[in-house]
């Protein structure tokens, strides 16, 4: 079945470092990909998607690009924020009701 | 615009009690979705409503569990006889079109944080 692997954190970074969170994703055919970002005591948010190939998805200096030769969704910023101290979840839209399958997580934490 | 919310925001309850979660899709979203958060199992699909379709209820991880959609809106989760594995954040998504559009995104809740003691 669809599932997704990203890496295992927690990641700490200081303030300013850039950041690199891997996910890579197994599924039939072409799904949507997402990364969602919950906030100490918060809801999921969604950060940035990508509905195709080549696609590059992007909000608050955060970028991911739909990689399908390497079924890899990777989440990049350039320089990282106290604020991004978050965990983050990768996802791709898969299942036969479109439902959202979820990687583990991964915790950032930024130092300043 | 108002989002998706959820009720309780917490719920402690014993084992072997019976538990009733809301959730109020944001208005218009077609496609209702439960999921749950849990250290173990990290995020899993529980449920799917598509308008006034009969669920999908291919993620229930047992018969205790059971939800309902009425009219189309507000949905309500219950969990039967309550375990103590039960203990989560229940969580609720919903989106304006599931099938057919490949850019849908799912809304979520704040959550409930159910804790069985």
């Known amino acids: 079945g669809d599932s997704v692997t990203q890496m295992e954190g927690p990641v700490t970074l200081s303030e300013e470092a850039f950041l690199t969170i891997n996910c890579t994703y197994t599924?039939?055919?072409?799904?949507?990909l997402f990364w969602y970002v919950q906030y100490p005591g918060e809801g999921l948010q969604l950060l940035l998607k990508a509905t195709k190939a080549d696609d590059k998805g992007s909000n608050k200096g955060f970028e991911a690009t739909y990689r399908k030769e390497t079924t890899s969704f990777h989440l990049e910023k350039g320089s990282v924020q106290v604020s991004d101290s978050a965990v983050y979840f990768c996802?791709?839209?898969?299942?036969?009701?479109?439902?959202?399958?979820f990687g583990k997580g991964t915790k950032l934490s930024v130092k300043p | 615009g108002a989002g998706v919310s959820q009720s309780p925001s917490n719920k402690v309850t014993e084992k072997g009690k019976d538990v009733e979660l809301r959730c109020d899709p944001i208005s218009g979203h077609t496609a209702l979705y439960w999921y749950r958060q849990s250290l173990g199992q990290g995020l899993e699909f529980l449920i799917y409503f598509q308008g006034n379709s009969a669920p999908d209820k291919s993620g229930l991880p047992s018969d205790r569990f059971s939800a309902e959609r009425t009219g189309g809106s507000v949905s309500t989760l219950t969990i039967q006889r309550t375990q103590q594995e039960d203990s989560a954040v229940y969580l609720c998504?919903?989106?304006?079109?599931?099938?057919?559009?490949?850019?849908?995104?799912?809304?979520f809740g704040p959550g409930t944080r159910l804790t069985v003691l």
């Open positions: 998504a919903s989106s304006f079109l599931a099938l057919g559009g490949r850019s849908d995104t799912q809304y």
């Open positions: 996802a791709l839209r898969g299942g036969s009701q479109g439902n959202l399958i």
């Open positions: 599924a039939t055919g072409y799904p949507s």
